[in-house]
């Protein structure tokens, strides 16, 4: 079978600049479906996390967008421009797409202002003298100092070099930028500071961004829309605080982040589990279901109607994961305390490292609303 690849014709709508529309890109490797129709829409100007476990198809996605691979069905537009849509095909350099690998991808031969000048539209400048200002102008841009224009890439620092392959995207004036897992291979701190760096240069420039990332922190402070993916499918696509908060289902919530799961019966507005009366967030479930509480929304409070002890505490500096054993003791004014079932262990976090030794007694109280998901999911 001969594949046709056609040019299609430049539909650029300029209202439009910068929406990324997703529609129902079909990927397979050999005799394995990675991708399954997935459909995502993306806003000018804004940022999408696409986040989601090893082998979920984040990164295939972010190459059928940029034209790296062809999809088998489904299509790719572009600020009203179709990019790729069955046969019909743009190449990737014609694609107005700037792409960040996850090690920067600098050519290890030539210099960074080099590097940085390999993306620049030469014909629209005239001579060396107007293509060394504009590196200096990237390099300013994504905060580096213009004298790292005569360094080799193996002279500067990873976050160093990461920028430098921003810059070099961003010399091609993309209207989208995909990064591919691009802050990873970084240091901790290293890390944020390198992220909140292209966070801003991109968001100043008013470019639509795309992050695959397998870190769940990373994709809830880095964009302003988060789509999970798991097994080919986007399971939600949502704001960072609506995901984190309002998981559609159990798989999506333990990814995000730690989940205290409970069974507990559903009557109403409220959900009776080993913590008491619990109240939900909007639910059709009835019955048994399992609970989800984040480990924050479960609060040290001297007068909470939950009592446990603590069976030992992970210290992480700025907070600590508490674990501790519930008891069922009743007390004045502490009814919904013999609702706990004795034995069974809850995890908390608490900024107080010296109020949670082991064995120490606490009493908790539940702060905001549970999330109800059907009993075997």
Request: glycine content about 10%.
């Amino acid at each position: 079978m001969t594949t046709t690849t056609t040019t299609i014709p430049d539909q650029h709508d300029p209202g439009a600049r910068g929406r990324l529309e997703v529609d129902g890109l079909v990927k397979s490797f050999g005799s394995q479906q990675v991708l399954r129709g997935v459909t995502l829409s993306v806003d000018p100007g804004s940022t999408t996390a696409i986040v989601g476990p090893s082998g979920s198809g984040k990164t295939t996605l972010l190459r059928l967008i940029a034209g790296f691979e062809r999809a088998e069905a489904g299509s790719v537009v572009l600020s009203g421009r179709t990019l790729a849509a069955g046969d019909a095909w743009v190449p990737a350099h014609h694609r107005g797409v700037g792409y960040v690998a996850q090690d920067g991808a600098l050519f290890p031969h030539l210099t960074v202002g080099q590097n940085i000048a390999f993306g620049i539209d030469t014909p629209r400048l005239q001579g060396r003298k107007a293509t060394r200002a504009k590196v200096a102008e990237l390099l300013e841009m994504v905060s580096l100092d213009a004298a790292l224009a005569a360094r080799r890439p193996h002279e500067i620092s990873g976050g160093q070099q990461q920028r430098v392959a921003l810059a070099r995207a961003l010399a091609r004036e993309p209207e989208l930028m995909l990064l591919d897992e691009s802050f990873s291979a970084l240091d901790a701190g290293l890390r944020v500071a390198t992220r909140r760096t292209v966070s801003r240069v991109l968001q100043d420039a008013g470019i639509t961004t795309v992050l695959v990332t397998h870190d769940q922190a990373e994709a809830l402070s880095f964009a302003d829309q988060v789509a999970v993916m798991r097994d080919g499918l986007l399971a939600q696509v949502d704001s960072p605080l609506e995901v984190y908060t309002r998981p559609v289902d159990r798989a999506t919530a333990e990814f995000l982040g730690d989940a205290v799961m409970l069974e507990a019966w559903v009557d109403g507005d409220m959900a009776t589990c080993s913590l008491g009366a619990v109240r939900l967030a909007p639910t059709a479930h009835r019955g048994r279901v399992q609970l989800m509480l984040r480990p924050e929304q479960i609060r040290v409070d001297e007068h909470g109607p939950i009592r446990g002890v603590v069976v030992d505490t992970d210290y992480f500096g700025p907070e600590s994961t508490v674990r501790l054993e519930l008891t069922s003791g009743r007390e004045p004014g502490c009814e919904t305390s013999a609702l706990a079932r004795s034995g069974e262990i809850i995890s908390i976090r608490h900024s107080n490292a010296f109020i949670a030794a082991r064995g120490t007694e606490l009493r908790l109280r539940i702060e905001g609303e549970a999330i109800a998901f059907p009993p075997d999911a």
